[in-house]
Each structure stands twice: as C-alpha cells, then as structure tokens.
C-alpha cells in the first residue's frame, strides 16, 4: 500500500514550478512547498473506496 507522501513524487508546486518540494504535514493536513512556502489543505478519504 502506498504512503501518503508518496503521491507527492514527480509533482510540481503550482505556484512557483519547483520540481519535488512539496512537503506533507499530516496531522495538519497541509501540504507546503520547501521553495516558495506556498500551502494548500489535503483532504484524505481512509478505508478503501467511497
């Protein structure tokens, strides 16, 4: 089973373009670029399909 942070491989912030800065903060559920210090919110769903 994949980690959540493993979908965050081979993405791009879309703010400023940067190649795998994205950083995950899960008890937050915030995902932050190293570069540029952009945030966007995560919405998980746990426990199979919806």
């Given at each position: ?5 493993d979908f ?43």
């Open positions: 089973m994949p980690e959540l942070t965050l491989d081979d993405l791009r912030c879309s703010a400023c373009g940067t190649l795998d800065s994205l950083w995950l903060y899960p008890v937050r559920g915030v995902v932050e670029c190293r570069e540029c210090g952009s945030k966007a919110t995560t919405l998980t769903v746990y426990g199979g399909e919806a």
